[in-house]
């Protein structure tokens, strides 16, 4: 069965720092890859999403994720971190196989970022 | 377009209430779902509706229920409650025709004592 990883449970930096956070999917077939986030007391939110085409994803607030195939991974980044980043991010993934298309969560990233 | 709503916000049942979360959405989505998001553990899908009339189970079912009469809600039932249930529970809902991002609402704190 498909299965998301997600290898940082808690990241702390400060700001201006770059951030890189990791996903991995167990099948290499195709697939349909989000990123979600989570501000304290809200609902989760979509930062960015792949479906096909360039690998290089940009999402809102200055975050980009790159699929890559060959690594089964979709990683997020930013390159300076702000404040306001301090969030709950988590990856999620759609295994196309079938019809049941469910999305399969990662256990999250706590990412806290100190002023 | 008020996208999902959830209520209420905040709940304290004892053990052995039974209780509805309610959600409702505007968006014709005929995708909609149920999750609890628990510490260290992520979100898990409690059912899912595929359509109204339509439930199915999904990772963490037992002890709720679901009903999908209309398209707009999908109310999760409680039927017997159990301090294990604390959580926050998230309903989302999502279109078809491909693969749709999911819509959250704001989510239902839970405390069962």
């Known amino acids: 069965a498909q299965s998301v990883s997600q290898h940082n449970h808690h990241v702390i930096l400060s700001e201006a720092a770059s951030l890189e956070l990791g996903c991995n999917y167990s099948?290499?077939?195709?697939?349909?890859l989000f990123w979600y986030v989570q501000y304290p007391g809200q609902h989760l939110q979509l930062l960015l999403k792949?479906?096909?085409?360039d690998p290089l994803v940009k999402g809102i607030k200055g975050f980009e994720a790159e699929f890559i195939k060959s690594k089964f991974s979709f990683n997020l980044r930013k390159p300076s971190v702000q404040w306001s980043d301090t969030a709950e991010y988590f990856c999620?993934?759609?295994?196309?196989?079938?019809?049941?298309?469910?999305?399969?969560w990662g256990l999250g990233t706590s990412l806290g970022v100190n002023p | 377009n008020a996208g999902v709503t959830q209520t209420p916000k905040f709940q304290v049942l004892k053990t052995g209430q039974s209780m509805t979360l309610q959600c409702a959405q505007d968006?014709?989505?005929?995708?909609m779902s149920w999750y609890r998001q628990d510490p260290g553990m992520g979100l898990r899908l409690i059912h899912y509706?595929?359509?109204?009339?339509?439930?199915d189970q999904g990772e963490v079912p037992n002890g709720y229920n679901v009903s999908r009469s209309t398209t707009e809600d999908f109310p999760l039932r409680l039927l017997s409650a159990a301090p294990s249930q604390t959580s926050v529970y998230f309903c989302?809902?999502?279109?078809?025709?491909?693969?749709?991002?999911?819509?959250f609402g704001d989510g239902t704190r839970l405390s069962i004592l």
């Open positions: 989302a809902s999502k279109g078809t025709g491909g693969n749709q991002p999911q819509h």
């Open positions: 968006m014709n989505h005929e995708y």
């Open positions: 509706s595929v359509g109204a009339g339509i439930t």
């Open positions: 099948y290499g077939g195709t697939v349909n």
């Open positions: 792949y479906f096909s085409g």
């Open positions: 999620a993934v759609i295994d196309c196989r079938g019809n049941n298309r469910k999305l399969i």
